[in-house]
């Protein structure tokens, strides 16, 4: 998910790209939304094996770059306003940049999902141009990470990566994700003390279900009883540097509720957000399984109007009213940005729109 915490500026292509999110909100009001960010996972390849995430473990056949290309122009034709691109380890692909700057020459605000390792010195610039901002996965201290991440030395590797495009990220905002489980939130305020110094942002959702096989959500969650202080505790912080932590203070409070299993259904898959999965098919939610009735078919034979006409478009809408109620980074906050005030919303989704100045060539 792309940060919002940017200041606004106030130049004519934001202001026309601010009336055209405020017709979103309306729409969705009126309950005749679109989607406008859709999360594309680049390939299923990783150079690690986390503790939480069984990713790795998909083997999908991968796009060309010509076919990303493709799939670029088609959300693009359909008017999506940002594209997240994760994974698997996204930048194991050597041509991501190629087809993140497709989506920019768009006019598609780019985000990022890396776990850092591959940011090198000569990569770093490129990958800065190609994003307007980039997450890098950082689960707590050195030990702790690597603990998670499960192979030593991937904190420093990581760290370094993040050094690496900082050191070059002209206007890319560069931030930090952390997955929140029993294994980190006891250091958590004390990490973004820390990590506060490198990074614009940091962001951070429970652990939960991945659109993999196994869940291993339960095993890794913050105890039941340690989640009200957790939250009180964030909530204080977030009130001293309201900017640095990304996530609404709505957004904080629900963790209470998901940790103890009374999430509210909050899903607009479908509506505001789609994933699309490694060889082009389009989904109707980043976090659901790439397979049947989850799927709804192939961007590289369709276009997005005639995906989201389909029979299996409006099937995989029914199939979703059974799913779990869930708190992801790529859905949720966006959720949470279209409910509530007319007003109120489109000022934030201005500062979602606005990552920073930047001209798109
Ligand atoms: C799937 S990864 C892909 C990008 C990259 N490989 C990385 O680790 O950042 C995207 C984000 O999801 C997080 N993640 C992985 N498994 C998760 C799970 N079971 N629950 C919540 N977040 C998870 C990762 O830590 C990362 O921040
Ligand atoms: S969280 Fe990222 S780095 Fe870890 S196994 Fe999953 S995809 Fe790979
Ligand atoms: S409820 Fe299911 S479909 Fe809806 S946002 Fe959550 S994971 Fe996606």
Not at 3 to 14: I, Q
Not at 237 to 245: G, N, Q, T
Request: charged share 25%; glycine share 6%; hydrophobic share 40%.
């Amino acid at each position: 998910m792309i940060p919002h915490n940017v200041e606004l500026g106030d130049d004519s292509a934001m202001k026309a790209q601010a009336f055209r999110m405020l017709d979103d909100i309306i729409r969705y009001k009126l309950g005749r939304s679109r989607p406008v960010f859709v999360s594309y996972y680049a390939t299923y390849r990783c150079n690690r094996r986390c503790m939480f995430c069984d990713l790795w473990k998909m083997n999908a056949p991968e796009l060309t770059t010509e076919d990303a290309e493709v799939v670029i122009d088609r959300i693009a034709d359909f008017g999506v306003k940002s594209l997240g691109i994760s994974g698997g380890e996204p930048l194991i692909r050597k041509d991501l940049e190629e087809i993140a700057e497709r989506a920019r020459e768009r006019g598609i605000i780019t985000g990022l999902n890396t776990n850092g390792i591959l940011i090198t010195k000569k990569r770093a610039p490129a990958i800065a141009k190609a994003f307007d901002a980039v997450s890098i996965s950082l689960d707590g201290f050195e030990k702790t990470h690597d603990e998670i991440r499960g192979v030593k030395g991937t904190f420093r590797e990581a760290f370094q990566g993040l050094r690496n495009l900082t050191a070059a990220r002209g206007d890319c905002v560069v931030g930090v994700n952390l997955v929140l489980t029993n294994r980190n939130f006891g250091e958590f305020l004390a990490f973004c003390r820390w990590i506060k110094e490198y990074v614009a942002y940091i962001t951070f959702f429970p652990v939960s279900e991945s659109p993999g096989e196994t869940s291993y959500s339960s095993l890794y969650s913050i105890p039941r009883d340690r989640v009200d202080d957790f939250v009180e505790q964030v909530l204080s912080e977030k009130a001293r540097d309201p900017s640095f932590i990304e996530p609404s203070e709505t957004l904080i409070r629900l963790l209470r509720e998901f940790i103890k299993g009374k999430m509210p259904y909050i899903c607009d898959a479908g509506r505001l957000y789609l994933g699309i999965s490694p060889n082009g098919d389009l989904k109707i939610c980043p976090c659901v399984s790439d397979k049947p009735p989850w799927k709804i078919g192939s961007l590289l034979d369709k276009s997005m109007k005639e995906l989201l006409d389909s029979d299996q478009f409006y099937s995989a809408l029914e199939v979703i009213k059974s799913c779990r109620p869930c708190l992801a980074g790529c859905t949720t906050p966006l959720s949470l940005l279209f409910r509530g005030s007319v007003v109120h919303q489109a000022k934030e989704a201005l500062k979602y729109l606005k990552i920073n100045q930047r001209t798109r060539h």
